[in-house]
């Protein structure tokens, strides 16, 4: 159901958009009372395949990764990372990357000072304050470098899609290791940190090497930090992409379907919170101002969505 508060907030996004031509995929569904109150557009083409947005609170800005080229994981060394402000109105569309050789960045986290960025060889560590990239982690071997967390401690924990793998970087060594190796990760792609669980959102079982074809839809799974025993949470939710947290709800991108899910895990529950939706990639939820934001690969665009009390 489309309720009134939505659809007000679409039309009055329409009629003050200046580049009409971007909205494709901007008239989706929801049954929620979520309030879509900006889709950032393509300004100063700014976005190229946006593939995760981070919230980071010190400048209060958002930060998108671009891959660059369309939905292209080659190493062209055409992918960058726009800035916006807290209402996704850009700051700097092209903030770092085009310079510095960036491939086809991806997944992103984030701590006061440090943003950390995955590309297709490893992992970029850039010091925000400086705007530079100040090291660099290789990934031997890695297939499809995809999605990144941190833990309490600093180690980084990234997911490898082809490779059905989770690396793992230590902040005692800052040495890259594959930490998990199993096809039970089920094409790992999003990942969030649980305390002391790692939480992964599969894409589901491939069908066919090296492509995105699946025979299975993706599990929503549980890893244990010392352990490493793997429990599913929730079979077959569907091809999942990106995944954050906002309050007792996960909120989880399914790329292939066009929706953001809504999951209750102790009630094993999960709704479509918005479909309709083309291509969402990697979420974060600002706290501080309760939105949840989402670029989209199809439209080349970023949505922010202040969530319901």
Same mark, same amino acid.
């Given at each position: 159901?489309?309720?009134?508060?939505?659809?007000?907030?679409?039309?009055?996004?329409?009629?003050? !958009?200046?580049?009409?031509?971007?909205?494709?995929?901007?008239?989706?569904?929801?049954? &929620?009372?979520?309030?879509?109150?900006?889709?950032?557009?393509?300004?100063?083409?700014?976005?190229?395949?946006?593939?995760?947005?981070?919230?980071?609170?010190?400048?209060?800005?958002?930060?998108?990764?671009?891959?660059?080229?369309?939905?292209?994981?080659?190493?062209?060394?055409?992918?960058?990372?726009?800035?916006?402000?807290?209402?996704?109105?850009?700051?700097?569309?092209?903030?770092?990357?085009?310079?510095?050789?960036?491939?086809?960045?991806?997944?992103? &986290?984030?701590?006061?000072?440090?943003?950390?960025? !995955?590309?297709?060889?490893?992992?970029?560590?850039?010091? @925000?304050?400086?705007?530079?990239?100040?090291?660099?982690? /290789?990934?031997?071997?890695?297939?499809?470098?995809?999605?990144?967390?941190?833990?309490?401690?600093?180690?980084?924990?990234?997911?490898?899609?082809?490779?059905?793998? @989770?690396?793992?970087?230590?902040?005692?060594?800052?040495?890259?290791?594959?930490? #998990?190796?199993?096809?039970? #990760?089920?094409?790992?792609?999003?990942?969030?940190?649980?305390?002391?669980?790692?939480?992964?959102?599969?894409?589901?079982?491939?069908?066919?090497?090296?492509?995105?074809?699946?025979?299975?839809?993706?599990?929503?799974?549980?890893?244990?930090?010392?352990?490493?025993?793997?429990?599913?949470?929730?079979?077959?939710?569907?091809?999942?992409?990106?995944? &954050?947290?906002?309050?007792?709800?996960?909120?989880?991108?399914?790329?292939?379907?066009?929706?953001?899910?809504?999951?209750?895990?102790?009630?094993?529950?999960?709704?479509?919170?918005?479909?309709?939706?083309?291509? /969402?990639?990697?979420?974060?939820?600002?706290?501080?101002?309760?939105?949840?934001?989402?670029?989209?690969?199809?439209?080349?665009?970023?949505?922010?969505?202040?969530?319901?009390?």
């Amino acid at each position: 159901m489309i309720t009134t508060k939505y659809l007000l907030g679409v039309l009055i996004y329409l009629a003050t !958009c200046v580049q009409p031509a971007i909205n494709t995929g901007l008239i989706f569904n929801t049954n &929620t009372n979520a309030n879509v109150i900006n889709a950032s557009s393509n300004a100063d083409n700014a976005y190229d395949a946006p593939d995760q947005v981070v919230w980071h609170a010190p400048s209060k800005t958002w930060f998108v990764s671009n891959l660059g080229g369309g939905i292209s994981l080659d190493k062209d060394s055409f992918g960058w990372i726009t800035q916006t402000d807290q209402k996704g109105n850009i700051i700097h569309p092209f903030w770092i990357g085009k310079e510095e050789g960036m491939h086809a960045p991806s997944g992103m &986290t984030i701590t006061d000072d440090y943003l950390y960025v !995955c590309d297709r060889e490893g992992v970029h560590e850039i010091d @925000i304050a400086k705007r530079e990239i100040i090291k660099f982690y /290789p990934l031997e071997g890695g297939e499809f470098i995809n999605d990144i967390v941190r833990s309490s401690n600093g180690d980084l924990y990234i997911s490898d899609f082809f490779g059905n793998k @989770i690396y793992k970087i230590p902040a005692a060594t800052g040495k890259a290791e594959v930490w #998990l190796e199993t096809e039970k #990760l089920q094409a790992p792609d999003g990942l969030y940190m649980e305390k002391d669980k790692l939480i992964v959102a599969s894409w589901g079982v491939l069908s066919k090497p090296g492509t995105f074809e699946t025979s299975k839809l993706g599990d929503l799974l549980s890893v244990d930090l010392k352990t490493k025993k793997i429990t599913t949470l929730i079979k077959e939710v569907g091809n999942l992409e990106g995944i &954050t947290r906002a309050g007792k709800y996960y909120y989880i991108t399914d790329w292939a379907a066009g929706k953001l899910l809504k999951v209750n895990i102790k009630k094993g529950k999960v709704i479509d919170f918005i479909s309709g939706l083309s291509h /969402p990639t990697d979420p974060d939820f600002a706290a501080e101002l309760n939105v949840l934001a989402f670029p989209q690969h199809g439209t080349n665009q970023v949505l922010f969505i202040q969530l319901g009390k």
